[in-house]
């Protein structure tokens, strides 16, 4: 599967899985099925060897987005919406990132921003494959409507 994450570790007690009931199954993504979540004070301990850990902050010497060169082996590190990634953590990352917006973004908004953009620069370096529309997304959530799929043949058409 393309950008596939693998494991999603939080520090500290802001985020507690328990609280929350589970969705649905149709308001849920099926591709997180097979994610560990996990909370631990000490995530680099469970990190790869080889990995290389990028800092994805508003810091002076960061690298924009942009032109950033993807690592093979990179884990994003992202701290708090109301916060910054703790100096402690920052001294453990090798590489440093921002996003170019005249805004900070939220948590999941900078996720997402990082992970389609990689995506779409392996695509580029021709890494990954471009895929028609239909093989990239891969799971319907009903019937979508909108003509131009449906011209297309795209995702929950009748066709």
């Not at 005249?102 to 779409?120: E, P, T, Y």
Request: aromatic share 8%; net charge neutral; proline share 9%.
């Amino acid at each position: 599967m393309l950008l596939s994450v693998k494991s999603l570790i939080w520090t500290g007690g802001r985020v507690n899985p328990a609280k929350y009931s589970r969705l649905p199954r149709e308001e849920r993504m099926k591709g997180y099925k097979h994610v560990d979540f996990r909370n631990d004070e000490r995530p680099f301990e469970l990190l790869p060897k080889n990995c290389v850990p990028v800092c994805v902050e508003v810091f002076e010497n960061s690298e924009p987005l942009t032109t950033f060169e993807y690592p093979e082996n990179a884990v994003y590190v992202f701290g708090p919406e109301d916060g910054r990634v703790p100096q402690v953590i920052r001294r453990l990352c090798h590489r440093f990132l921002h996003i170019p917006a005249h805004f900070c973004l939220n948590l999941s908004a900078a996720i997402n921003v990082v992970l389609a953009h990689l995506l779409m620069s392996r695509q580029l370096a021709g890494k990954e494959p471009i895929l028609p529309l239909r093989e990239m997304l891969v799971e319907v959530r009903g019937r979508m409507p909108t003509p131009t799929m449906d011209e297309v043949g795209g995702m929950g058409s009748e066709s």
